[in-house]
């Protein structure tokens, strides 16, 4: 990984990439869109895991998939969490994206993620 140009670059070199961003403390009702922007040039499916205060690990009863365009231009992606069973009512305490739904080489750029 690196930063250029202030947008995070990185190269897949294993079948389940991920980046993973902690030490959050935000209220999910105040976010009911996560906006990702961000390029990939492999893989079909991106998906947002998140971890709660009261549930701090990573797992798939907290995450959404995302059809992605693995074609290296970069992308905005709307993910509806708002209305997800575990977001709702929880402080979210840590974010952790996998761009190229494991695939096991290619590029990412990931641009903003950002809440609505």
């Not at 209220?27 to 390029?39: E, G, L, N, Q, W």
């Not at 798939?60 to 575990?86: A, W």
Request: aromatic share 6%; hydrophobic share 35%.
């Amino acid at each position: 990984l690196e930063a250029k140009d202030g947008i995070l670059v990185g190269r897949i070199t294993g079948p389940d990439p991920y980046i993973v961003r902690p030490n959050m403390r935000i209220p999910a009702a105040a976010c009911k869109t996560v906006v990702i922007r961000m390029s990939s040039t492999a893989g079909q499916m991106g998906q947002l895991f998140w971890a709660t205060e009261r549930s701090p690990a990573f797992d798939e009863e907290k995450s959404v998939r995302f059809p992605i365009e693995p074609d290296g231009q970069v992308h905005e992606y709307r993910l509806n969490v708002g209305d997800h069973p575990q977001w709702k009512g929880q402080i979210i305490v840590a974010l952790r994206l996998d761009p190229g739904g494991g695939t096991p080489e290619g590029q990412f750029q990931v641009d903003s993620i950002r809440a609505e």
